[in-house]
């Protein structure tokens, strides 16, 4: 069927770099609305709601995007993903709804984060229908659906935000935008990637289900304490420095995202390949695109930093406001964090493509707790510093981590080859 044949890696990276790069400039655009629009509570406010859903939807989306991706052999039916995705949005809102109305939050601040989080779970959907399109190698589908999906989050959340003056009508246009992405372009294109004759329809055969959880939920595990380490400055800001702090942290921390389009855009391309190389035990071409991936990021990290250092200051007045650029030092910081991250999200990226999936949970609750730690002990001493501080020292330890386990992966893989070749 001609829909369903791969694109070259090339092309696939190209359309992910543009999907990815809108999107996120449209993710951007939404702090600068609410920056320009508003005042920087109204930024920790959205960035606070951000922070709450994330881990939550992370452990219950259970990475199931890239599993199908790299579900070289097929074991699984779609319906089957499908499913199990229906039934952990579900349980992902419910768990929302309780630490919104439970947290001790402000009565608009939890409207907020229930908002945000019914929006998560209509991307949660769209997600899983972009894992079957991504498995097909049919990355142009994925950018399409984020360069719709971007600009209309962007319109809905600025009309919102201008005519009611706060951020709680802005993200309920935001969740309109993720609905109507979802079932208008969404649903049908992945369709489209279905066999002749296969049922779009969940399917929820509870043994099928309890091995897909079991194979998935240390990839859920882990990326929910990535969210959290990404997102334990944040607690930690909003609880000792206020709303407002956590929106100036937030607006420059974002910033960190321009190169991780580029990485994102790369390492989604190039997992299923990853992939299909490592369960072949063709080690040389693994390791020889992985080792480029890495080189990428290394680049792409140290301009980051030249241009934080070099022109910092103008930057974040530009983009912001003058109480913005006051936080030079925290950019420059920020962007170091960055360029160490983009490494370590590759290696992340081979560790999953090689299917290690239980030894990240030692490995990411290890980093989780470091981080909490470093911001128990940095924060108070050094503010908004302290806390990308405690990031740069998380990730570091990550990056040691993960580059240790895809060289025990490979050499695995070695020693099979060399069994399989002396029998």
């Known amino acids: 069927m001609q829909e369903n044949k791969p694109l070259t890696l090339r092309r696939n990276f190209s359309w992910t770099f543009i999907g990815n790069g809108v999107y996120a400039a449209c993710q951007w655009g939404m702090l600068v609305v609410l920056a320009k629009l508003g005042r920087p509570e109204m930024v920790g406010q959205f960035t606070l709601g951000l922070a709450v859903t994330a881990p939550v939807m992370m452990f219950t989306n259970l990475q199931l995007r890239v599993v199908q991706a790299t579900d070289a052999k097929q074991q699984y039916l779609f319906r089957d993903y499908l499913g199990l995705r229906l039934i952990s949005t579900a349980l992902a809102l ?71 003056g706060g951020v709680l009508w802005g993200v309920f246009g935001l969740v309109c935008a993720w609905a109507v992405v979802l079932v208008g372009y969404d649903i049908p294109s992945g369709v489209l990637m279905l066999k002749p004759g296969s049922k779009l329809q969940p399917r929820w055969h509870l043994g099928t289900l309890a091995k897909l959880v079991w194979l998935c939920l240390p990839l859920g595990f882990v990326m929910m304490l990535i969210s959290f380490n990404t997102n334990i400055p944040r607690y930690f800001i909003e609880r000792y420095l206020g709303e407002r702090e956590l929106g100036i942290f937030a607006a420059i921390a974002y910033l960190m995202v321009a190169g991780g389009i580029v990485v994102s855009a790369l390492g989604e391309s190039a997992s299923p390949r990853l992939a299909k190389y490592y369960t072949a035990g063709d080690v040389v071409s693994f390791r020889r695109l992985l080792l480029k991936l890495v080189g990428i990021a290394a680049v792409l990290g140290a301009t980051g930093v030249l241009v934080a250092v070099v022109a910092g200051r103008q930057i974040l007045t530009l983009l912001y406001q003058a109480e913005y650029a006051e936080q030079t030092n925290l950019f420059i910081w920020l962007m170091v964090v960055a360029a160490i991250t983009y490494i370590s999200n590759f290696l992340g990226y081979g560790m999953t493509a090689a299917r290690y999936f239980r030894v990240q949970m030692p490995l990411f609750t290890a980093v989780a707790s470091i981080s909490a730690i470093a911001c128990l002990w940095l924060l108070p001493k050094w503010g908004l510093l302290g806390a990308a501080i405690a990031l740069l020292i998380a990730v570091i330890i990550q990056t040691g981590f993960s580059l240790a386990v895809i060289l025990h992966a490979l050499h695995k893989q070695l020693g099979y080859k060399q069994g399989e070749s002396q029998s």
């Open 94 to 164: 419910l768990i929302i709804a309780i630490i919104s109305l439970s947290g001790g939050y402000h009565r608009e601040t939890a409207f907020v984060i229930l908002l945000i989080g019914l929006a998560k779970a209509f991307e949660s959907i769209s997600d899983v229908f972009y894992g079957l399109i991504q498995q097909h190698e049919r990355m142009e589908r994925i950018a399409i659906s984020l360069m719709i999906k971007g600009p209309l989050s962007l319109l809905l959340l600025g009309i919102g935000v201008y005519v009611s």
